[in-house]
């Protein structure tokens, strides 16, 4: 049984450019949220997604989007890419009940120069 | 607001020694969820425990138990008799809708 998998592991962008990254959920699960993990910090919640639309929002710009497409898959988007968008964004899938445990994937380690 | 706190950001340990990680947290909810996980150096961040808020019942699994305390708003997580595999950062984190709300971590190193 496939757990949540990420993809790319690791991507290395410019200021100002564009990034998808992509998340397949574990299987069963119609629920994916977002969180960007900066170093030495603990996650941050950016989505969530259920049914193909934006269930819940954290504190993030617009620059930050996303997507789940019929198969519960989801991608991120983030545009005009800062400095302060380097992280590890990590996707996380539940049944999307309260209370639900979140699994979580690797993550995608994204690098801005 | 919500908000989670664990003021030990390292611990360093040797093999077999007992340890606890602390967590205190706020929120003004009476109905709510607090978690465990546990991110190796791979990244993936690792379930390790929920609990409800109606439940106090502490928890052992195998070397770790869990301490929950609505009175002091806090959910302390213990591992005895430590191993080298236990080395990780430790998250605590809060969910009152079903979003997560982390604390800053633990990391935690155990040496042989």
């Known amino acids: 049984d496939a757990g949540v998998t990420q993809s790319p592991t690791h991507l290395i962008k410019t200021r100002g450019q564009q990034v998808t990254l992509r998340c397949s959920p574990k299987?069963?699960?119609?629920?994916v949220s977002w969180y960007q993990q900066a170093l030495g910090q603990g996650p941050q919640f950016i989505f969530q997604?259920?049914?193909?639309?934006?269930?819940q929002r954290g504190n993030f710009p617009d620059r930050f989007s996303g997507h789940q497409f019929p198969n519960y898959s989801s991608e991120l988007n983030v545009n005009a890419l800062l400095l302060g968008d380097s992280a590890l964004y990590l996707c996380?899938?539940?049944?999307?009940?309260?209370?639900?445990?979140?699994?979580f994937g690797n993550g995608t380690r994204l690098t801005v120069t | 607001a919500q908000k989670v706190t664990q003021a030990q950001t390292e611990i360093s340990v040797v093999e077999k020694e007992d340890v606890t990680l602390d967590c205190v947290y706020e929120?003004?909810?009476?109905?709510?969820?607090l978690f465990w996980y546990k991110q190796p150096p791979s990244g993936e961040l690792v379930f390790l425990i929920r609990?409800?808020?109606?439940?106090?019942q502490n928890e052992i699994s195998g070397r770790y138990s869990w301490n929950f305390q609505k009175s002091t708003s806090s959910f302390n997580f213990t591992i005895t008799a430590s191993q080298v595999v236990d080395s990780a950062v430790y998250f605590c984190?809060?969910?009152?809708?079903?979003?997560?709300?982390f604390g800053t971590g633990t990391r935690l190193q155990v040496f042989p």
């Open positions: 996380a899938s539940s049944l999307g009940s309260l209370g639900s445990p979140l699994h």
């Open positions: 299987s069963g699960h119609d629920t």
């Open positions: 997604y259920y049914e193909e639309e934006e269930r």
């Open positions: 929120t003004r909810d009476t109905t709510y969820y």
């Open positions: 609990r409800n808020s109606f439940d106090e």
């Open positions: 984190a809060l969910s009152e809708t079903d979003k997560l709300i």
